[in-house]
């Protein structure tokens, strides 16, 4: 944590929000597919961003890189002032239990309870021997309660996962982000799988994380009303390459169509 | 419109298959040296050595029975637990993506070899060290267990979902973490079934054991066939027949539950 600037005028955050530097990072999966061309972009911290493109556009290739899910092939990608690719084993872990992440298909374990797949995102912070044995401390719960308590659905605490609907098992996937007391939140396509109403009741979550702790949101979304609504600012990826970055109150119909490569269609929109 | 059925595939192969196994059927018919009128006889003797051994079973000798049935279950029951202990850390390593691919291939190929021998034979070889004792017949439940389990096991992490997976790796989980958070919870509950179902194995293969003398109820009934105290013996089988029924059936429901979930409310972790 070294290069914080000081930062957005937010309700006092647990932690510094982190920065994301990349330059020239691309790629290339061992079965030769190349998910991104050399991309260069700055994200201060903070920042809320939607990056949009298609599916196979690379958005997942690159939310994954930052927390180094995916190992770039070449490149410098700076979280947080750390750099990624010299990060290894521990220190590679370390990293990413400062980092949230939210996924489309919400990754809970379905036969355990919610208290437990919150308390996943203690893991990085608590001493192995703990984990394993599922000794919690009572500090690790009480913020895994609070977690939980923020996006609403703490009276689920002691219930099994499997047994909660969509929206309320993406809630508790949040739950798990923020109980990392993270500096950063990664969102892959967060909403893909709930109704129109849950999607942006789930959207509205991520976005006081942004402004209430003001944590950097970087959410991957194929909808272009969503994108609009919940991003300050809209990266837009095809092909591996990033064809647009700016304000998203600049993103036109035009630039979608852009980013796309085609014209606007229903399918694109979740409010139709 | 007439339809022209497309061309038939070649069934020279199928054909070949169906002669080449009659002629094995015929040749191993004419080769082992059938003795067809003593065959002949077979339904008659199944009958006398029947009545013999359940017209008057010999009731005296079942407190003996029970004690020696108590020790074939703590064989199979001791022989359970080590095979577990050994094999779940194994069956993680021979799992894809948790091993490196050199010892993943090594340990799978280890639990085949292991799965081909059975136990009697483990038992024999064990026998040399360790002598004519129960601990030589839980010895070789336990390694045959390995076989089995490890099998079981890392068929059975290798189908959990990854997702869990990804989450708990995303938050920086360690190797041993991953496994604890992202595979356990789902596979605990397949493991459970497999050591469960491999104690009623072991329950049935232990009375087996007995017949090269490592105690337990096997060993009671090969020595009562020796003497041809034929009561005795039918006294055995049903008790046998009994204790293994009722073990299974336990068991039986036990993994059933665990298989199909506990109620909202009651996890297992």
Same mark, same amino acid.
């Given at each position: ?83 990624? $690719?010299? @990060?290894?084993? *521990?220190? &590679? #872990? %370390?990293?990413?239990? !400062?980092? /949230? ?97 849950? $999607?942006? @009741?789930?959207? *509205?979550? &991520? #976005? %006081?994380?942004?402004? !209430?702790? /003001? ?58 | ?269």
């Amino acid at each position: 944590m070294t290069q914080h600037t000081a930062e957005v005028g937010a309700v006092a955050p647990a932690s510094a929000p982190w920065s994301i530097r990349m330059r020239d990072v691309s790629v290339r999966y061992p079965n030769g597919v190349v998910a991104l061309k050399s991309i260069s972009m700055d994200i201060e911290p903070g920042e809320m961003v939607s990056v949009v493109g298609l599916s196979g556009s690379g958005k997942s290739s690159l939310i994954r890189t930052i927390n180094g899910l995916v190992p770039i092939t070449s490149g410098q990608l700076t979280v947080g002032g750390h750099s990624l $690719a010299e @990060a290894k084993g *521990r220190e &590679l #872990r %370390r990293l990413r239990g !400062e980092v /949230g992440m939210i996924f489309q298909g919400f990754n809970l374990a379905g036969r355990t309870s919610v208290l437990n797949n919150v308390l996943v995102g203690r893991l990085a912070h608590t001493p192995t021997w703990r984990t394993l044995l599922g000794l919690h401390t009572a500090a690790d719960k009480q913020i895994a309660f609070d977690a939980l308590e923020r996006v609403g659905i703490l009276a689920k605490a002691w219930d099994r996962a499997s047994s909660l609907s969509g929206g309320q098992q993406q809630r508790v996937a949040i739950a798990r982000a923020l109980s990392q007391e993270p500096h950063l939140v990664l969102a892959d396509e967060p909403v893909a799988s709930l109704d129109p109403p849950t $999607a942006h @009741a789930v959207m *509205r979550d &991520l #976005r %006081r994380i942004n402004t !209430e702790l /003001g944590i950097t949101v970087l959410t991957n979304l194929h909808l272009v009303d969503l994108a609009r609504e919940y991003g300050t600012r809209l990266i837009g990826l095809r092909a591996g390459e990033v064809v647009y970055d700016g304000s998203v109150d600049d993103a036109t119909d035009a630039v979608f169509e852009e980013i796309y490569g085609r014209s606007i269609r229903a399918e694109d929109v979740l409010d139709r | 419109m007439s339809a022209v059925a497309p061309p038939r595939p070649s069934r020279t192969r199928t054909r070949l298959v169906a002669s080449v196994v009659c002629v094995v059927v015929v040749v191993a018919f004419w080769s082992v040296d059938i003795n067809w009128a003593r065959l002949g006889n077979l339904p008659s003797e199944i009958v006398r050595y029947l009545w013999l051994m359940f017209s008057a079973p010999d009731w005296s000798k079942l407190g003996e029975a029970l004690y020696q049935t108590w020790r074939s279950v703590e064989m199979a029951w001791v022989g359970t637990v080590f095979g577990i202990i050994i094999a779940t850390p194994l069956s993680f390593l021979a799992a894809k993506g948790f091993g490196p691919p050199p010892v993943q291939a090594a340990l799978r190929g280890v639990f085949a070899v292991i799965r081909a021998v059975p136990e009697i034979i483990i038992a024999i070889i064990i026998l040399s060290v360790t002598g004519l004792t129960p601990l030589t017949g839980a010895l070789a439940l336990a390694v045959g267990g390995i076989g089995t389990l490890g099998k079981w096991g890392f068929e059975s992490i290798d189908g959990v979902p990854r997702g869990p997976i990804e989450a708990v790796r995303a938050a920086g989980g360690s190797t041993s973490q991953v496994l604890r958070w992202g595979v356990w919870p789902s596979a605990s509950p397949e493991f459970l079934s497999f050591w469960l179902y491999r104690f009623e194995i072991n329950v049935r293969a232990s009375a087996v054991l007995g017949l090269i003398g490592v105690g337990g109820i096997g060993d009671m009934l090969t020595s009562y066939t020796q003497y041809r105290q034929w009561g005795v013996v039918g006294m055995l089988l049903i008790v046998v027949v009994i204790v293994t029924i009722a073990l299974d059936a336990i068991s039986g429901a036990i993994r059933r539950r665990i298989t199909e979930g506990a109620p909202v409310h009651d996890l297992e972790r």
